[in-house]
């Protein structure tokens, strides 16, 4: 995970993200560089857009949202909560995007 966030903290300060760059910033934090992992990030780095990439990102809440009100008389209770096939495909795009955004970083 280390050196997801040297490349992050390279990129927000505008230097270049390569071997030497990653190797510094990882030495700074106490830690030996391992060639294989910074090549690895590098080549995983090559084909992104780290800019893009953040901008697609979500996030996922901390708080559980607040529960609905309970319906009315007049809404139908369909209307009321999504199905559990809605459900499922969001959780799913949820997960779609998660695991695109985990392979980013190898």
């Known amino acids: 995970m280390e050196y997801i966030y040297a490349a ?3 990129h927000r300060l505008q230097q270049p993200i390569n071997e030497e760059n990653v190797k510094r910033v990882i030495a700074a934090a106490g830690v030996t ?11 995983a780095l090559s084909e992104i857009n780290i800019e893009e990439a953040i901008k697609n990102a979500t996030l996922t809440p901390i708080a559980a ?16 909560a999504p199905s559990k096939e809605e ?17 980013l970083f190898g």
Do not use: C, I, R
């Open 33 to 43: 560089p391992n060639e294989v992992k910074v090549k690895a990030l590098l080549s």
């Open 8 to 10: 992050l903290l390279l």
């Open 87 to 103: 459900k499922k495909e969001e959780k799913e795009g949820e997960e779609e995007a998660l695991a695109g955004l985990a392979s």
């Open 65 to 80: 949202p607040a529960a609905p009100a309970a319906p009315t008389p007049t809404q139908a209770p369909a209307a009321a």
